[in-house]
């Protein structure tokens, strides 16, 4: 799916309530941010940020934060909220890299949906469900570790699986094919998803715990 360069896509988020510009400055300090203890919910790569937003509105117990490299799909997912007030959403535009910057031991569940797949095994490292970023999320997981991936290239989600396996994840829930499941698995689609359920296109999704 293609992204459109958003015209004044750095002044939409310089306006925005919903963008947090300094993240590091709330590094244990976002359930201040938030106004209460509830449990924060990330999404990386959140793209256009409609997943995050409904479940937002769907879930007012529960904080979300979506992080986004791109300014522009930044600038859409702001675009999307518009007038409309979720006071347990904030946005972040920043590289995933960063996340061990902006927060403390703070996470309770990662969302990597459709992330970049880099097919190509010299490039495996930069996956999210890689042992680098793996080793990054223990670093912000308030207590337990929980990942829910959803994707539809087969090669990132085995890899996904494989890595999580190793880092001793178990499974609560593996489907091959999402939408056609006959558990209905409950799930909010990203813009990327909505288009593939059009196309009939196979979902993968895993649910990955860890407690300690």
Not at 55 to 84: C, F, R, S, W
Not at 197 to 211: G, N, S
Request: hydrophobic share 35%.
């Amino acid at each position: 799916m293609r992204y459109n360069i958003v015209k004044d896509a750095n002044r939409i988020l310089k306006d925005s309530k919903y963008l947090i510009d300094r993240p590091e400055q709330y590094k244990n300090k976002w359930k201040d941010l938030f106004g209460n203890n509830n449990p924060i919910h990330l999404e990386l790569g959140m793209g256009r940020g409609s997943m995050i937003i409904e479940m937002a509105k769907t879930h007012p117990n529960i904080n979300y934060i979506g992080l986004e490299l791109d300014e522009n799909q930044t600038a859409t997912a702001v675009k999307y909220v518009g007038d409309q007030k979720i006071p347990n959403l904030k946005f972040i535009c920043d590289d995933a890299k960063n996340i061990i910057n902006i927060f403390g031991k703070e996470i309770d569940t990662i969302y990597l949906t459709f992330s970049e797949p880099w097919p190509k095994k010299n490039d495996a490292h930069r996956r999210f469900t890689d042992i680098s970023y793996l080793k990054l999320y223990d670093r912000i997981f308030r207590k337990h570790k929980h990942i829910i991936m959803k994707t539809d290239n087969k090669i990132l989600f085995a890899s996904g699986l494989e890595s999580l396996s190793n880092y001793w994840y178990s499974f609560k829930t593996v489907s091959m094919d999402l939408h056609n499941d006959e558990r209905n698995i409950p799930n909010v689609m990203t813009d990327f998803e909505k288009q593939y359920y059009k196309e009939k296109r196979q979902v993968y999704y895993v649910d990955a715990v860890f407690d300690e």
